[in-house]
Every structure is written in structure tokens, then in C-alpha cells.
């Protein structure tokens, strides 16, 4: 069983950079497509990005797109997102998820296809 663990968030002015990670550990890694969601006050959980288990593919959601990256090293077992432009509205608890499943080329935008989930990191971004 895998457990994951973010960290990084913090407040931030907007328009600021910040960058989370995520450690895996229990399992490697390279066993997992991983992805990012979050979750505001009052709000369900959101896609935010994923990557497949080879690190060879991507995908964002709409509003983060052209200014989120989703990345990893298996090496480290770590995961990280990279935000820039932040906006108030990426105000949120973000968590990292990992999917179990062994294809190596697919990744995931829906939360109900991850199988381990973290504590979440709470992401506060001022105007």
C-alpha cells in the first residue's frame, strides 16, 4: 500500500510561483500514473493534472493550463507541480493521488480512477 505525502503550500501573493511535491513511499513510483486535484471551501474536488507512468504524457485542466506542470522523478519518488500566475482562485487544499493500474501510457482526470490519495496542501493565494 502506498503512501503519499504533499508539501510546499503556504500563502502567496498572486501572480507568484510556487511549487508542491509529493512523496510516494511504501511503493516505487514507477508504479503509478499520478495526478493533482483540489478542493476550495464549499467546492467539490477538481482535475488539476496528471501524468502518465512513463512521464511521457500530460494532461491539465482548462484553468490551469499554459501556467501549471505536472512532472516526476521516479528516482526520488517524488512528484511535484509547479504553479506560476497564481490566482486567487487556485485557492485550495491540493492533493496528490496515485493510480495502481499497470499501463504505462494512460493517465487520469477523473478522482474516482486513483486508488491512494494524500493529506492535501493548502494553497492560499492573495490579491
Known amino acids: 500500500q502506498a503512501q503519499l505525502v504533499e508539501s510546499g503550500g503556504g500563502l502567496v501573493q498572486a501572480g507568484a510561483s510556487q511549487r508542491l511535491t509529493c512523496v510516494v513511499s511504501?511503493?516505487?513510483?514507477?508504479?503509478?500514473?499520478m495526478g493533482w486535484f483540489r478542493q476550495a471551501p464549499g467546492k467539490e474536488r477538481e482535475f488539476v493534472a496528471a501524468?502518465?507512468?512513463?512521464?511521457?504524457?500530460?494532461g491539465y485542466a482548462g484553468s490551469v493550463k499554459g501556467r501549471f506542470t505536472i512532472s516526476r522523478d521516479d528516482a526520488r519518488n517524488t512528484v511535484y507541480l509547479q504553479m506560476n500566475d497564481l490566482r486567487p482562485e487556485d485557492t485550495a487544499v491540493y492533493y496528490c493521488?496515485?493510480?495502481?493500474?499497470?499501463?504505462?501510457?494512460?493517465?487520469?482526470?477523473?478522482?474516482?480512477?486513483?486508488?491512494?490519495w494524500g493529506q492535501g496542501t493548502q494553497v492560499t493565494v492573495s490579491s
Open positions: 493521488a496515485a493510480n495502481e493500474v499497470h499501463l504505462r501510457y494512460t493517465y487520469f482526470s477523473m478522482a474516482q480512477d486513483y486508488d491512494y
Open positions: 511504501g511503493r516505487t513510483l514507477s508504479m503509478y500514473a
Open positions: 501524468i502518465n507512468r512513463s512521464g511521457g504524457s500530460s
